[in-house]
């Protein structure tokens, strides 16, 4: 059964940073890409970034393009994202998610839909 | 980018209606469009994919359609455990970018 646990979310100040993990297990993960998607409170589903499986392709919403980083350690099945000069509108709950079976990246993108996702962490932005 | 319009934003059905979502994108994408459901205080959850591929597990009363710019979600009973809110998601390249919703409830 796949599984995905995301954990670093928190209370961080404007302007500060923070780092989301997402441990993934139940699949072999370097060969599927990953997404981070993230919810405001009351608010629909923004797509954040996507890794490509052997983490050499990275894409970003412009929203976070900058301030955002995303990343993937294989050897121990972690997904990852750095996230920097934190504003009031990065409030959210942030869900990992794999890309479906069938999913694939190519030269300037990744193509796939996301199943399943974990559970989120929530990000509060505030002073 | 392509921007993703769903409609309409909200509806109220009664249990048995037919339920139909709209799902619009601003240039074509072929079939590549997903559809998630999100119920209350949930995590969201893939019912469709290629556009009219239903998830494994997903009741049948879910089907989709459409290619290019035009897709429907479709519920051919509306059950009381349908009470969501519907996603689209095109997926062709980044941004994979989500509709804005459609809020499901009973009448």
């Known amino acids: 059964e796949v599984q995905l646990l995301e954990s670093g979310g928190g209370l961080v100040q404007p302007g500060g940073s923070l780092r989301l993990s997402c441990a993934a297990s139940g699949f072999t993960f370097r060969k599927y890409a990953m997404t981070w998607v993230r919810q405001a409170p009351g608010k629909g589903l923004e797509w954040v970034s996507t890794i490509s499986g052997s983490g050499g392709g990275t894409y970003y919403a412009d929203s976070v393009k900058g301030r955002f980083t995303i990343s993937s350690d294989n050897s121990k099945n972690t997904l990852y994202l750095q996230m920097n000069i934190l504003r009031a509108e990065d409030t959210a709950v942030y869900y990992c998610a794999k890309f479906g079976d069938g999913g694939y990246c190519y030269t300037d993108s990744c193509r796939g839909w996301f199943d399943p996702w974990g559970q989120g962490t929530l990000v509060t932005v505030s002073s | 980018d392509i921007q993703m319009t769903q409609s309409p934003s909200s509806l109220s059905a009664s249990v048995g209606d037919r339920v139909t979502i709209t799902c619009r994108a601003s240039?074509?994408?072929?079939?590549?469009l997903a559809w998630y459901q999100q119920k209350p205080g949930k995590v969201p959850n893939l019912l469709i994919y290629?556009?009219?591929t239903l998830q494994s597990g997903v009741p049948s009363r879910f089907s989709g359609s459409g290619s290019g710019t035009d897709f429907t979600l479709t519920i051919s009973s509306l059950q009381p455990e349908d009470v969501a809110t519907y996603y689209c998601?095109?997926?062709?390249?980044?941004?994979?970018?989500f509709g804005g919703g459609t809020k499901v409830e009973i009448k």
């Open positions: 290629a556009a009219s």
């Open positions: 240039q074509g994408i072929s079939n590549y």
């Open positions: 998601q095109k997926y062709n390249s980044a941004p994979l970018t």
